[in-house]
Structure formats: structure tokens, C-alpha cells
């Protein structure tokens, strides 16, 4: 038994794997990989992360986790690393890939949960950088309800290019103008060689950035951690740091679910809100709150973002990058103008031990003006994210308006219909389509698709023709954060699950409204319930074994986050009280 007084091993998970007679098998195994016996009988801290070869967003984890470990072994514990997938949405966007994105999120909380329970670890510092990933890390410490610290593997840098600041969505979108004839061969591949020049996930406020944020506004991750890129040695102290603080956690029995309540979703949505983050905030906070007991869906989330202020000026809406943000300040600061303004709960538990108003009374840095603007004095009075709703969603929808005008947050146009995304990005690409049509994806939700898909390729493309703003495209499938243009994602219920959606024909007038939330279809309820008494049923799919088609059947609507599982609600033991 660990003679560390801070630390009670009677109450600790990893006492079924290491404390008694019974247990010589177990330690047989631990005395094999060199652990000593103090090492065995202290609290056993399980370092996972999402490592991989896949892209760059990955590749510094396994360096960073080193680190975490080191600071796990200083306060006193024994750290065991572990990894999981990641399916990365930049090398899975445009093809039939992108239809394993949203399963890997489920997939990752599932393999750390079963990890975790398997081998009886006290806590959990996770590490991700990629879309998926960090909301998967962070759900699996909510569901296991354990000391937990989060910490991002950093953003990329920013590539230059013709004297200015590049991101792969300028590839994306330079490919639309490659199509169109006014990029060159050679102009785009010299893009492509520059847009990405060092470790890190995408560098602008896209999904990664913006889960990142919600990560220190939610208090899982250490305050001020995760706007560093990967690349600065600055990263592995955070990282040594939330070693440390995992350990401190262990000792107060401080767990994730003391840290997420519904007023530290509400941070988390305010600052998704305020930077112009990504749509798909919408999907991963309402899970999140899943795991944690709380109801907290779509309508929620965009209910906060409405009367929350945009301003933080971040790409793809506004002009700069995180390592912009990173080097005014990080997110402290916005939180801090948030704050000042009266929309931040501070009394929340952060994994510093600490309360919210407690670690912001420490920072000193305020807004630079530039990258983040006085909320008092903000880029546009509400958030970058709106919620729609109406006859075409009665389940919800949202739009990005980050950088749009208000004249560009409405309008009315003919639908143009496609069953799934290659072929709205066919139509895209040979411009078979007109100015002024809102295009319909469907088929593409979470079961329809299923894994619904991202839609970069076509809004980049679109972008790149010029177009981004004479069109809109609506879908149930989902948007890339580093979208632009006046598009609609998660509109529910899905087509598979027979929504409006499902039963939309060309030439039908669609408005959406996003100054009013509305997203509605000139039908009477009359000739929607003629459509949908002659709807043959959901589409099928090619997928019919193996992992999606497992997560087609057991994937819940976009409103309430895509779960596979019950959640907290459900749940019958809390795994650390075993």
C-alpha cells in the first residue's frame, strides 16, 4: 500500500490491480516492464492519446504525452501511456472517408473508457489535436467521472504565401479556382507545399481551435494551455503542468463531472460563440453534456450564442490565426472580456482546484484590439453561430454567420436537390447549378449517411468559384469549421429518419433567416404530410456490416449530439467507486 499520505489506494481503482496476495499475477507483469514497487502501489494515472501518423494535428503528441508523464512521476504517481485513433477530417474530407469522422469521436471515448476500466487507472490526462479527438478525449473523463486533465497537442503554424498567412483552407478553396481556370498547375502546387508547414492541427478557429477553447472555458484543461502551437517547447510545460494537476485532483477527489455542470457548458458555449467557432460545437457539447447527466441540446447551445458577441476576429470569418491568438494573450483573454461583460459564469470548478474568477484574476493581459476586440466594442452583436428552426427543421439546424453582413443572413431561393454529397460536388465542379438556389445535400446525417459527413470539399469549391455568396446550401449532414458562405448543417430530423428534408423537390422555396433563426420551406403542412405518405423510406447504403453500420443503428439526431449510448442518466455504478 502507498505509504504517500495524500493518497487513500483503499479507495482508488487501481487497488484491484495492485494491493493484496491476490494480485502477485497482476504484479508479475507490472515488475516485467521495470515498475518498482513504490511505483506499483501509487496512484496509477492513465496518459492516453490520439498519436498518430495520419497528419500533422497527431504527430507531437507522443512527444508531449513524455512530458505529461514526467509531471505525473514528480507529484507522486505512476503514469501508464496508452493510445487510440484518430480519423482526421483535413485527409478525410471529400470521400468516402469522412463517413468514419463522426463514428471515431464515439469510438475514441469508448476505447479510453474500456482502457481505463480494463487496466483500473485513477485518472486520466488525455491528450488530442484533431477534430474528433477532443471531444472524444473529453467525453470519455466525463463518462468515467475521474480526475481528469484535458490537454490540445497545439495548433499548426501559419504557411506564407504571396506575402500573407495560408491554411489548408486555402487549398481547398484554391482547387475551386483551379476548376474554375484561374489558378494555374503550378500556382497550386506551390500552395500546397506551403499551406502547412509544421506540426498542429488546422490553424484557424475550425473545429480543433474551437474545441480547444471550450476545453479551458469548461475547466478541464489547464487555463492558458491550449493556444500555444505544437511546435513551441512552451507545450511540454503545459503538459508537465497537467501531470501535476491530475495528481492534485486525485487527492481533493475532484472528478470531470464536479468540473462540467450546466454553467460550464454555458462558458463553453459562450466561447464558442464569441471567437466565431465551429458549427460542430453544436453537436459535441450537447455530447458531452450526455455523458454528464445534463440536458443541454442544440437549441441550447444556440440560444447562448445569440446574445453572445462575436469578438474575437478569427479566420475563417475574420483575419487571423491561433498562433494570433496566442501570442496576444490566449484564450484567458477572452474570457476575461466575457467577463467583464457579465457573461461568464465564474464560480466554476477549473482542474487547477480552483474556480474560473480565481484563475482569471491572475492574468493581466487584456484585449489587443486587433485579434480580440473590447466585447464591449464587438466585430457583430451576437455570436458567430445561430440556431435555426421551422417547418424544414423542427428538430434544428445551424448556420456560421461569422462574417457576414446582416443582408447576407437572409435568403430565399429554389431548391436544388442532391441525395448525397458527391453529387452536389459533380454539380459544383461542372457549375450545374444557378445563382441564387439554395442546394440541398441529404442522405447525409448521422444514419443516413451514416457518419454525417462533413461538406468542405463543395462550400470550398463553391468559395473558390465565387459563388460562396450567391447560393446556400442546407444539409443534414455537417459542415467543416473551415467553411464560409451562408450554409446550414444538422438540419433534423435527418433525411434517413423521414424529416421535412427527406421530402424536399426542386424548385421548392426555402428561406433561411438567420436574423430570425427561421429555416422553413413554402409548403403547407397539408402537401408535407401528402410527401411524406408517398416517401419510400430511407435511403440504403452500401454500408450493411462493420462499424458504421453499427453506428447507423445506434447514432441518436444531430440535436442531441449523435450519442450512441444512455449516458449519465442511464447509468446504474460510477466507475471510480467501484
Known sequence: MTTDRRFDKARLPSRHVTEGPARAPHRSYFYAMGL????????????ATCWNEAAPCNIALNRQAQAAKAGVKKAGGTAREFTTITVTDGVAMGHEGMRSSLASRDAIADTVELTMRGHCYDALVGLAGCDKSLPGMMMAMIRLNVPSVFVYGGSILPGRHQGRDVTVQDVFEAVGQHQAGTLSDAELAILERVAC?????????????????????????????????????????????????????????????????RKSLENAARIVACTGGSTNAALHLPAMAHEAGIAFDLFDVAAIMRDTPWFVDLRPGGRYVAKDLHEVGGVPV??????????????????????????????????????????TSPLTRTGGVVGLRGNLAPDGAIVKVAGMSEAEQVFTGPARVFESEEDAFAAVKARAYREGEVLVIRNEG???????????????????????????LITDGRFSGATRGFCVGHVGPEAAHGGPIALLRDGDLVTIDALRGELSVALSDEELATRRAAWPGPRETQY???????????????????????????????????
Open 36 to 47: 518498482t514497487d513504490e511505483e506499483i502501489h501509487q496512484p496509477w494515472v492513465g496518459v
Open 197 to 261: 508547414p509544421s506540426a498542429g492541427a488546422c490553424g484557424a478557429q475550425y473545429t480543433a481551435n474551437t474545441m480547444a477553447c471550450v476545453s479551458e472555458a469548461i475547466g478541464l484543461a489547464l487555463l492558458n494551455s491550449s493556444s500555444a502551437p505544437a511546435p513551441y517547447e512552451s507545450r511540454d510545460q503545459f503538459c508537465e503542468a497537467a501531470g501535476v494537476a491530475v495528481m492534485t485532483l486525485i487527492e481533493k477527489n475532484i472528478r470531470a463531472r464536479d468540473i462540467v455542470t
Open 334 to 375: 477572452v474570457l476575461k472580456e466575457l467577463q467583464r461583460v457579465g457573461l461568464l459564469h465564474e464560480d466554476c470548478l477549473t482542474v487547477s482546484g480552483r474556480t474560473l474568477g480565481e484563475e482569471l484574476d491572475e492574468i493581466r493581459a487584456e484585449a489587443d484590439g486587433r485579434v480580440v476586440y473590447p466585447a
Open 446 to 472: 448521422p444514419a443516413g449517411g451514416p457518419g454525417m459527413r462533413e461538406m468542405l470539399a463543395t462550400t470550398a469549391a463553391l468559395s473558390g468559384q465565387g459563388m460562396g455568396k450567391k447560393v446556400a
Open 544 to 578: 450493411a456490416s462493420g462499424a458504421l453500420w453499427k453506428f447507423a443503428r445506434l447514432v441518436g439526431s444531430a440535436r442531441h449530439g449523435a450519442v450512441t449510448h444512455p449516458g449519465a442518466s442511464a447509468e446504474r455504478h460510477v466507475y471510480m467507486d467501484q
